[in-house]
């Protein structure tokens, strides 16, 4: 096998997601833990955002440019190199999720116990179905009281519509939890609450072994065996492949915070998680092990301090090598770009890299050269496909409030949009610019960044919009139709698409029913 061929075999490049407070910052802190990236608790910071009051949304900018440093998080374990991308914990910025949901190859997803699945577990798994990206579901917090266990993994398929196979089930949970029997390796390990990151563990390949009753007594080691028995005769065979496929999601169970069952769950992930995964262009399939390289940006990251204006553009590797300060092709400006100070994240640290390979994230220094979906390669022409915007949540129109200033009042909107802070459509009957976003504090972020990056000043109008839909039709005429009966509603997305404004649920119904042969689509790529 080439070096090549190793180097990217051996990446596990994902994403965890979850609902607030579900645990992802303590769960992405206890792998960093066990892959030796970091030696003590509390250093991963960036999720706290969230705890932030969501009006001070200065202060979580400048939580969001510490967060640069653990945007994605590099360490080595067990001959593997993981990858963790962050996600943003504020809900406001889902879109940046959505976005980094494009980069990973596959997610790991925190449920809490007492809560089950929430609503924003359930809109992010949308996208990893839409992508078909491989999932394994962690359920946290065992040390205290939740859902009956088997409720849960039937509201797991219902709501995130999903098959799902336990390879690790609880022996209790709250004060009497006792640890879980890790069917994937076919061992107990035994639970002590403990900020420290060893396990007791028991081989156990034969659950009837009278061993059981030793440890954790006779009436739970009864519940366990019937669970078990009823798991193995419930659910199909864990299969690798459906994982693989996105069709079926292992559970593992345990307690981030107690660092229970996160070793067992970071030593399947490497197992079964997949290395880079082949990723289509508009023109071919892309092979991650086939040189040359090319990739895409999925996230530019602003830095809001005047002082250091710039911006740091986050750049998936999706095929080869990537070397520093050599010529490579921005494709959409048909130019060659060489790039002298790239930097890779390991170990929570920013640093120059002279190489890195398929799966890898870098960071490249940018000036507004970057737009979120821009492709960069060794010389072909390669568009990469599968960088969705969803229809936003909240509409405003944008007017300028400074009529000298409208030049510069454009180029800011522009700028942002192309950093994808937000999304831009153009009314096509007045004309008029409406900025949709996921949540209010980024239309906060667009007049401050307006006004102090290039002067400008902009007002925010209230329009009443449930939801943007791209529009495609097969006839031509229809299309025309539709557009001509809904003049007043149709707008032009940044890129020329024609999007229908339904200004209530009930208009949009009503449009699908009257226009049958009109397509309405949530997401740009359809
Ligand atoms: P998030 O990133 O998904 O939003 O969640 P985060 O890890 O910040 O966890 C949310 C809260 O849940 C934190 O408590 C955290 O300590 C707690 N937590 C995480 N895992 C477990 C677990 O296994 N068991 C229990 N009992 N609690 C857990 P907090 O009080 O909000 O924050 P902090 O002051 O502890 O940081």
Redesign the pocket.
């Known amino acids: 096998m080439s070096d090549l061929i190793k180097e990217i075999q051996k990446r596990r490049t994902f994403a965890i997601i979850?609902?607030?407070?579900?645990?992802?910052?303590?769960?992405t802190e206890k792998l960093l833990l066990f892959g030796g990236a970091i030696h003590v608790a509390g250093a991963v910071k960036s999720?706290?955002i969230?705890?932030t009051a969501t009006s001070d949304w200065m202060e979580i900018e400048k939580q969001r440019g510490i967060s640069v440093a653990t945007s994605v998080m590099g360490f080595e374990y067990d001959g593997y190199k993981v990858n963790i991308l962050d996600t943003p914990?504020h809900q406001d910025f889902a879109e940046d999720t959505y976005r980094t949901l494009t980069a990973v190859d596959s997610v790991i997803i925190?449920v809490d116990i007492a809560k089950g699945v929430e609503m924003q577990t359930r809109k992010l798994m949308e996208v990893c179905r839409m992508r078909k990206t491989p999932v394994i579901v962690f359920i946290?917090?065992?040390?205290?009281d939740g859902k009956d266990p088997f409720d849960l993994l039937d509201e797991l398929e219902e709501e995130l519509k999903i098959k799902v196979r336990p390879l690790s089930w609880p022996i209790d949970m709250g004060h009497t939890f006792k640890g879980v029997y890790n069917l994937f390796q076919e061992k107990l390990d035994l639970y002590t609450p403990s900020k420290q990151t060893v396990t007791e563990s028991v081989e156990l390949r034969d659950i009837n072994s009278p061993d059981l009753e030793n440890h954790i007594g006779k009436h739970l080691a009864n519940q366990l065996r019937s669970d078990i028995e009823l798991i193995e005769g419930v659910y199909p065979k864990f299969d690798v492949d459906d994982y693989l496929r996105g069709e079926l999601a292992p559970v593992f169970f345990?307690?981030?915070?107690?660092n229970f069952g996160v070793r067992e769950l970071l030593d399947c992930f490497v197992k079964i998680a997949p290395s880079p995964r082949p990723v289509l262009a508009q023109e071919r399939m892309v092979e991650p092990e086939k040189d040359p390289f090319s990739g895409f940006i999925f996230k530019i990251h602003a830095n809001m301090d005047p002082n250091h204006r710039s911006c740091i553009a986050f750049l998936k590797i999706c095929s080869g090598t990537f070397e520093r300060n050599v010529n490579y092709k921005h494709v959409r400006f048909n130019k060659m770009m060489r790039f002298s100070s790239p930097t890779a994240f390991m170990a929570q640290k920013k640093e120059t890299v002279d190489e890195a390979f398929a799966g890898d994230i870098i960071g490249l220094p940018d000036t507004g050269n970057f737009k979120i979906g821009d492709t960069l390669t060794a010389g072909e022409m390669l568009h990469f496909k599968g960088l969705p915007s969803f229809s936003p949540e909240m509409f405003k129109y944008i007017e300028n409030a400074d009529p000298m200033k409208t030049k510069q009042l454009n180029k800011g909107i522009d700028q942002l949009m192309d950093e994808g802070v937000a999304q831009l459509f153009t009314n096509q009957f007045n004309g008029r610019k409406i900025i949709g976003t996921v949540g209010q504090l980024q239309f906060e972020v667009i007049q401050y960044r307006l006004l102090h990056e290039y002067g400008a000043q902009c007002r925010w109008e209230p329009i009443n919009l449930h939801k943007a839909c791209w529009i495609e039709c097969d006839c031509n005429e229809d299309l025309e139709n539709f557009k001509k009966r809904k003049y007043q509603y149709m707008a032009k997305d940044k890129e020329g698409r024609d999007v229908f404004l339904a200004d209530s649920n009930y208009v949009l119904q009503m449009a699908q029913q009257d226009f049958k042969t009109i397509s309405f689509h949530f997401n740009s790529e359809f």
């Open positions: 979850s609902h607030p407070d579900a645990g992802k910052t303590t769960l999720n706290k969230k705890k914990g925190a946290n917090k065992l040390d205290r345990g307690s981030a915070l107690n």
